[in-house]
């Protein structure tokens, strides 16, 4: 038998409910890259509902990454580097419906279990950004499942004729396909943690206590997401009425039904200028996105009152905003106008939410208000709305974190920006494209222990469902504080959020 063969052979082999895979073995996990959990969203099952996959006969290659869901490319923002969260872009394919598997290489029976939902404002992304291999996961003892869905139009935009969040029924049909297969893999079916970030935190609190997912999942984290960022079907309605007029068709899935894959994304830029403010409501996220869940309720009014019967994990950073802002101008160049118009994108009483701001942080400059107020505005406020609600539901333990570690990147003005706390908490941030002056993580390295530190507690909440500090509660609003220390601060930014 050659070398070759013989490595090849002692690859793993693993039977899913739709057939076999075979993997690969490295020196830290078994790894199975894009594995069916649906069947492809072709033909009439693009704006469907997802089904079942056919199968398929023999033993399926799963050694390598697979097609992506239709996309933009995403690859910088401005001056900054984004790739490592977006690897190749679209990687055109059918069959993106799958799965990348990272279990430990040595899996004990009943290992604990991460989902994982990636970022890209419902539009971008996939799992084969860098920054999402789970080798570390699997080191540790965890078996971590990242998730392709369906994007954009297909995924999210409303459509009278076919079901809404269709990106989230991908999600579910993920879980169950967990549910059904994980223990193939070494992973505990009834110890799963769904997580996410950024447009995947969002599309995990939609999920989270949601009738048609009761049962998939334990546990659940939420990385700068929000409880409040849901569409309502008037603003959802603007989206699909402009999609209309870009391609000349009815915007309905049948009339959408000749448009080709890059129809679909090609169109996508246009949207991103459209107003969606309206009379009941601010633009979901400050408008940086024109999708995301349709709902008719926001998750966070929603989820003290159905209860979860998971415990949650849930934070932001403490300059979210500085990646919408810093690569594209000097935040030096902030005027009070700047303040005004930031505050008025979100709250009824601009000026009484800006001097709450200024009370709160007396020696802020206008730049350091201004990220604060658009920061909180996108995530921060929606975070600690879901966080009450879910502590108030009494169902389910709610710890609640701020990521604060300052990238120098772009200056020094990047600091703790949306997105920097993911490297540390999947243990990746040595990753040669994270640093540089154009890169996430900039020049200067960040302590020594934040990375195994955070990755630590994100693999002790999967196993047992403590992170390692004090539960947050409507009593004691404990919020653990991650950063160059690690602190636990009752109440943290009160004044500022009772504002809102």
Not at 86 to 106: A, E, H, I
Not at 232 to 237: I, K, L, P, V, Y
Not at 404 to 412: E, F, I, N
């Amino acid at each position: 038998m050659s070398i070759q063969a013989q490595a090849r052979a002692a690859d793993p082999v693993v039977t899913t409910t739709s057939g076999r895979v075979r993997g690969l073995q490295t020196a830290a996990a078994r790894v199975f890259r894009a594995v069916p959990y649906a069947a492809p969203p072709t033909g009439a099952l693009r704006f469907a509902a997802p089904r079942p996959h056919p199968g398929w006969s023999g033993i399926r290659d799963a050694t390598r990454p697979g097609p992506t869901a239709p996309q933009p490319p995403r690859g910088r923002l401005g001056r900054l580097d984004v790739s490592p969260f977006f690897g190749d872009g679209w990687v055109s394919g059918d069959d993106y419906l799958t799965v990348d598997v990272w279990s430990p290489r040595d899996p004990a029976p009943r290992a604990p279990v991460i989902v994982f939902v990636h970022c890209g404002a419902a539009i971008a992304g996939s799992t084969r950004g860098p920054v999402h291999d789970g080798s570390a996961f699997a080191r540790d003892g965890v078996v971590l499942v990242t998730v392709n869905h369906r994007l954009g139009i297909p995924g999210f935009l409303h459509l009278p004729d076919a079901p809404d969040n269709r990106g989230r029924l991908d999600v579910i049909a993920a879980l169950r396909w967990v549910k059904d297969n994980i223990d193939g893999f070494g992973g505990d079916p009834g110890n799963v943690t769904l997580a996410g970030q950024s447009a995947g935190a969002m599309t995990v609190a939609g999920i989270v206590g949601a009738p048609d997912a009761r049962g998939a999942h334990r546990r659940a984290i939420i990385q700068s997401g929000s409880g409040t960022a849901a569409f309502t079907r008037e603003q959802a309605g603007i989206v699909s009425a402009a999609v209309g007029r870009s391609l000349g068709v009815e915007p309905t899935a049948a009339g959408l039904a000749a448009c080709s894959d890059r129809q679909l994304v090609d169109v996508l830029a246009p949207l991103m200028e459209l107003d969606l403010t309206t009379d009941d409501a601010p633009a979901p996220i400050g408008g940086i996105t024109p999708f995301g869940l349709v709902l008719d309720r926001q998750p966070a009014d929603t989820l003290a009152e159905r209860g979860t019967g998971v415990d949650l994990l849930i934070g932001s950073n403490s300059e979210e905003s500085s990646l919408y802002l810093t690569p594209f101008r000097d935040l030096a160049d902030a005027t009070e106008a700047d303040l005004h118009l930031t505050a008025a994108r979100f709250h009824p009483d601009p000026a009484g939410l800006v001097a709450a701001y200024r009370a709160a942080r007396p020696s802020a400059s206008l730049a350091a208000l201004q990220v604060a107020l658009l920061g909180d505005g996108m995530f921060g406020v929606g975070t600690r709305r879901y966080a009450e609600a879910h502590a108030r539901s009494g169902d389910g333990r709610t710890f609640v974190y701020e990521f604060t570690w300052r990238s120098d990147a772009l200056d020094g003005q990047l600091g703790a920006s949306h997105l920097m706390e993911l490297p540390f908490a999947f243990d990746n941030a040595d990753l040669a494209a994270l640093h540089g002056p154009d890169a996430l993580l900039g020049t200067r390295p960040p302590p020594a222990d934040l990375a195994s530190r955070m990755h630590g507690a994100w693999v002790r909440f999967a196993t047992d469902g403590d992170p390692g500090w004090s539960p947050y509660s409507p009593a004691r609003p404990a919020v653990e504080v991650i950063g160059e220390t690690w602190e636990s601060v009752i109440g943290r930014h009160a004044a500022e959020f009772n504002a809102w």
